[in-house]
């Protein structure tokens, strides 16, 4: 991989942060996990996803670099509203370099997988659309 190929795949992540996702893989949350097995191998349309994904000063639950999409996971504590509040900084930051986010919650993920796998699917042929009509 060309490094300027990193650079954009990254967003100019520091070594710290790769650092952070790389502990952030060795230990992900049940949710998480259940996720990433039905994410990972190109499983999802062909498309790769990434776990712990260093995005600039972020780091990304998943992120498929071709539809610039990332998939949050949000567990308890993104309920607060200081924690609100600090993900829709995160999202504005995030979305300035042409990423969409979506959530999901924990609870969605272990009740609902195949709801959040078809919600997953519908957003990857969306931003394929967008993708294709921005060149």
């Not at 600039?56 to 996971?73: G, N, P, R, T």
């Not at 986010?101 to 272990?110: A, G, L, Q, S, V």
């Not at 078809?118 to 921005?134: F, G, P, V, Y």
């Amino acid at each position: 991989m060309a490094i300027s190929d990193q650079v954009s795949m990254f967003y100019n992540a520091k070594p710290d942060i790769f650092e952070k996702a790389k502990a952030l893989r060795k230990n992900m949350t049940f949710a998480e996990l259940k996720l990433w097995e039905l994410l990972k191998n190109k499983q999802v349309q062909g498309l790769r996803f990434r776990a712990q994904h260093p995005i600039d000063i972020f780091i990304a639950d998943f992120y498929c670099h071709s539809l610039k999409l990332v998939i949050e996971l949000d567990g308890g504590v993104h309920l607060s509203p200081e924690q609100k509040e600090y993900d829709i900084g995160r999202e504005a930051e995030i979305s300035h370099w042409g990423i969409k986010i979506i959530r999901f919650t924990n609870d969605k993920i272990e009740k609902e997988i195949d709801e959040v796998l078809n919600t997953i699917n519908i957003m990857c042929n969306h931003r394929k659309l967008e993708m294709a009509s921005s060149l």
